[in-house]
């Protein structure tokens, strides 16, 4: 059964600081990793990644994928409240399946 | 341009009842999938539609069905609705599914008294 943890589940930290959330996986047929941002209701997009060791940057957003480790993290420098949302790692599979992790819930306090 | 709309967003029903929700996904997309949502399970794979045609499932009863129209709309129907059905409900739209990203919708708040 394919399966994808984050880390850690919830973090709390001040706005300025620098977060590391963490995404391991497990499954079969792999396609990509995809991080997203909940903060209500519609998960965002921000970042897929398909191939090892290519760091993608999106502002104080970064992301990279380690496919021998299994494993990605997504970095957010100079937080501010509003990056305050849950992270989501999700993989893709064949046939178009998402399995996503718990989540990482982010509180940045000003 | 547009973004995948879901409708309704909230919605309460009784046990055993039956209801339809829907979901328009971005022009020229063309694969919906489905996703359900709750505190205790996260986000969990449902089905996913590509040319009015089913290509994946996942483990959900068969009370859980779906069905996408040829302009790519798609509905999702769940029969004898129980009050573990009580969830969000998203919807993601794609180019044509694998590799090309997702977008999600709002959801729509699904309560079972």
């Known amino acids: 059964e394919d399966k994808v943890v984050q880390s850690p589940l919830s973090l709390v930290v001040h706005e300025g600081d620098t977060v590391t959330l963490n995404c391991s996986y497990e499954v079969t047929n792999f396609r990509s990793l995809l991080w997203y941002k909940q903060e209500k209701k519609a998960p965002t997009f921000l970042f897929m990644l398909t191939s090892s060791g290519i760091e993608k940057k999106s502002g104080r957003l970064s992301s990279i994928l380690d496919k021998k480790e299994l494993f990605s993290i997504l970095n957010i420098t100079a937080t501010q409240t509003g990056d305050s949302a849950v992270y989501l790692c999700?993989?893709?599979?064949?046939?178009?399946?998402?399995?996503f992790g718990e989540g990482t819930q982010l509180t940045v306090n000003p | 341009k547009a973004g995948v709309t879901q409708t309704p967003r909230y919605l309460i029903k009784t046990r055993g009842q039956q209801v339809t929700l829907s979901c328009s996904p971005i022009?020229?997309?063309?694969?919906v999938s489905w996703y359900q949502q709750t505190p205790g399970q996260g986000l969990q794979f449902l089905f996913e539609?590509?040319?009015?045609?089913?290509?994946n499932k996942g483990n959900f009863p068969g009370r859980f069905s779906g069905r996408q129209f040829s302009n790519s709309r798609s509905e999702m129907n769940v029969s004898t609705l129980e009050l573990g059905d009580s969830a969000l409900y998203l919807c993601?739209?794609?180019?044509?599914?694998?590799?090309?990203?997702?977008?999600f919708g709002s959801g729509t708040r699904l309560t079972v008294v």
């Open positions: 993601a739209s794609s180019p044509s599914g694998q590799g090309y990203g997702y977008t």
């Open positions: 999700a993989v893709e599979t064949s046939g178009s399946r998402l399995t």
């Open positions: 539609y590509f040319s009015e045609t089913q290509r």
């Open positions: 022009s020229g997309h063309r694969s």
